[in-house]
Every structure is written in structure tokens, then in C-alpha cells.
């Protein structure tokens, strides 16, 4: 029985442009066919440095919806 190969997720620390981590993180997302819930969880993991600290204005209740999390990152 053929195992599809799981695609390890990227590290985000602000340095680097967001729209591009974004980009490659979807393409991680879709390749593990992730749920928006999964995807949420996988980016907050993601998340170091200064990239990680917006974390803290985010209620902890809103740390599994994936729109909130990218919102606040694009801010």
C-alpha cells in the first residue's frame, strides 16, 4: 500500500515576506490536505520571534480559527 510522503511545514519569523511564507504554507497545507482547523494549529506552531508575539493579541479561543490568525498576521 503506497503512503503519500507528508510535506513538513515552514518556520515564520517576520523576516521574511508573509504573503510568501503564505504562499508556500498553502502549498504544504494542500499537499497534507490539512482542514482549516489542522492549518490553524500547524500555523500557530509555525510561528517564531516577533511573528509568534502577535499570537498574544489574539484571544485563546480564536487560536484554531485560521482567518483571525492570518488576519493578525497581515496587520
Known amino acids: 500500500m ?3 510522503p507528508t ?3 515552514l518556520t515564520f519569523d517576520g523576516q521574511t515576506s508573509w504573503s510568501v511564507f503564505k504562499t508556500q504554507f498553502d ?3 494542500s ?3 490539512w ?3 489542522v492549518k490553524a494549529r500547524q500555523l500557530v506552531a509555525s510561528l517564531r ?3 509568534a508575539e502577535v499570537l498574544q ?3 485563546a479561543g480564536n487560536l484554531t480559527d485560521l482567518t483571525t490568525i492570518e488576519r493578525t498576521l497581515e496587520s
Open 31 to 33: 499537499s497534507n490536505e
Open 2 to 4: 503506497y503512503s503519500r
Open 7 to 9: 510535506v513538513k511545514p
Open 49 to 51: 520571534g516577533s511573528a
Open 57 to 59: 493579541g489574539i484571544p
Open 35 to 37: 482542514t482549516n482547523r
Open 27 to 29: 502549498v504544504v497545507s
